[in-house]
């Protein structure tokens, strides 16, 4: 009796979605792809050592041996592009994930209970709204010093309201379904209902909202550590690294913000284009 | 009379927002490692009178609450505290800088308007022609990029390959400013334009295929005044929540743009006191710009029901 939601469940979350997502969202998927695989076996594909100074060769456009040139100190692009993926890519990841955790029993719970606490926690959320990221960031970072993990903790806290609220949202619908009523009456408890069948309902829309944040968090985060209060230099990572390509630009060298700033775009277009097609594969635009 | 009554409940709502922000802001200050007078001075060694009077100006020696409410007390009289790296009142160094940042939001939230409204229109009513693949594509990537990246392609762009534009200082005069702060108000402005480009694409597009609209037609109106009186002016509902948080959004922004040209902002100015760990600036700029935020967002709640009378009914029951 009760395996019956879940195959449906199952149906809808699976084959259906993903043949559905379009060329640009097939595109962005497999973009996304690439990207995580780089990162993972960044130190195995980078050329060289990203943070091997050369001081004879700064500023050295392209060649065999450094493919999209060296920056003011020699260091190789590629390289310092390929390990710099790892932060860009992870910190974002770990932000929507700590979201996620936190906002997804906050929905449920409020969209199970109603009443007095489903008031409260709206209430909550409009106050986290209120509070841009960036902000409650760098006011965690004034407090706890910069760095990556300050970041993390304040974006995620500021993200979480938009995963909770389109849960909420959903979940309060999904619980006046004949499923749920069905369970009930057969006397499931909450976290079984719930964990069973209610989130993995909505997984579809939760993993949509997830890699929409992605992208905006990403954003947020390059930003912070663009400002210097997040990951710090010499390590590479794509915000840092349009930070420090700034004096270049200057002087007639824009590679290296260039290059950062365009691995950023890309990654934040497929991340978006992806989110929307997952979201609302019948009303995107862009459709392929 | 259904307006004054949601405008009221709003306007509680901004007062305990802000309440709440305080709190988190003051509050900060004691979660933070170390005693609050070490993260108030950063650390710093200071002479002994120097500590008595941060005490004092912090009423350290109190109850929380009490202290809360002698700071909050002391915010709202306009007393800021003193900067601890400059020993000048705190609301001297922001009001010298308060102006750059006000430019700058207003002029970005201007060019969001009327290029980001004025682009979707034109593909909502192209739709499917060259012109809406360009500008899709171009929304599409607009989105996508921060203000800071943004803000290195024109400095290289304008500044650099063309000699258009100063890179760097926010000018005296309005002519001045408005030619210093061209480059940085594009880039804080851009991501904005190309969501709210998108956003009116999709909401004038659904109106366009709405019976009314086709009624309209039938009786021989005229199609520019169809096009204002019944696509644009419903499809203002969701450009003004939306384009609204956005526009508050651009406050927050301010800070990495203020930064990525060097200018003499708010923005800056907070991420040089996060820097030189003068933490007095920190919470009085952060708490000025989220009350900005909060003040905007509300503003536009307030308009939203000004163009959606429907809003206040549903605004009522909650």
Known sequence: ?288 | MRIVSFAAGRLVGLAVTLLVMSVIVYGGLYLAPGNPVAVLTGGRPLPHRTIVAIEAQYGLNKPFFFRYVDWLGKILSGNLGKSIVFRENVSTLIAARAGTTAFLVAYAALLIIVFGVVLGLVSALRKGSQTDAVILGTTTIGIATPSFVAAILMISIFTLGLHWFPAIGAGTGIVDRLWHLTLPSVALAMAGTAYVARLTRSAASEELQREHVDTARSRGIPEPLVIRRHVLRNALIPITTVGGLTVAGLIAGSVVVENAFALNGLGSYLVTSVEQKDFPVVQAIALILVAAFVVVNTIVDILYALVDPRVTIVGASR
């Open chain 1, 1 to 288: 009796m009760t395996s019956l939601p879940t195959v449906a469940s199952l149906r809808r979350f699976g084959s259906v979605r993903t043949q559905r997502l379009g060329a640009m969202g097939k595109a962005s998927a497999t973009t996304i792809g690439v990207l995580a695989l780089i990162a993972l076996f960044a130190p195995l594909i980078a050329p060289h050592d990203p943070n091997a100074l050369d001081l004879l060769h700064t500023f050295a456009g392209p060649s065999l041996a450094h493919p999209l040139g060296t920056d003011d100190t020699g260091r190789d692009l590629l390289s310092r592009l390929i390990i710099g993926s790892r932060t860009s890519l992870l910190g974002p990841l770990l932000v929507v994930w700590l979201s996620v955790l936190l906002g997804i029993p906050l929905a449920i719970t409020s969209a199970w209970m109603r009443g007095p606490v489903d008031a409260a926690v709206s209430r909550l959320l409009d106050v986290l709204f209120a509070f841009p990221g960036i902000l409650l960031a760098i006011l965690l970072i004034a407090l706890f010093g910069a760095g990556l993990p300050s970041a993390i903790v304040a974006l995620a806290i500021a993200h979480m309201p938009y995963i909770a609220r389109v849960t909420r949202a959903a979940a309060i619908r999904e619980r006046e379904l004949t499923y749920v009523q069905a369970l009930r009456v057969q006397g499931f408890s909450f976290y079984r209902i719930c964990g069973r069948h209610l989130i993995p309902n909505l997984g579809s829309l939760i993993i949509a909202q997830a890699t929409v944040s992605f992208g905006y968090v990403m954003v947020d985060l390059a930003a912070i550590s663009f400002l210097g209060l997040g990951v710090q230099p010499p390590s590479a990572d794509w915000g840092v690294m349009v930070a420090s390509g700034e004096p270049s630009i200057l002087e007639g060298h824009p590679q290296q913000s260039l290059y950062a700033g365009i691995m950023i775009v890309i990654t934040v277009c497929a991340f978006t284009i992806l989110g929307e097609r997952l979201a609302d594969p019948d009303r995107t635009p862009l459709a392929g």
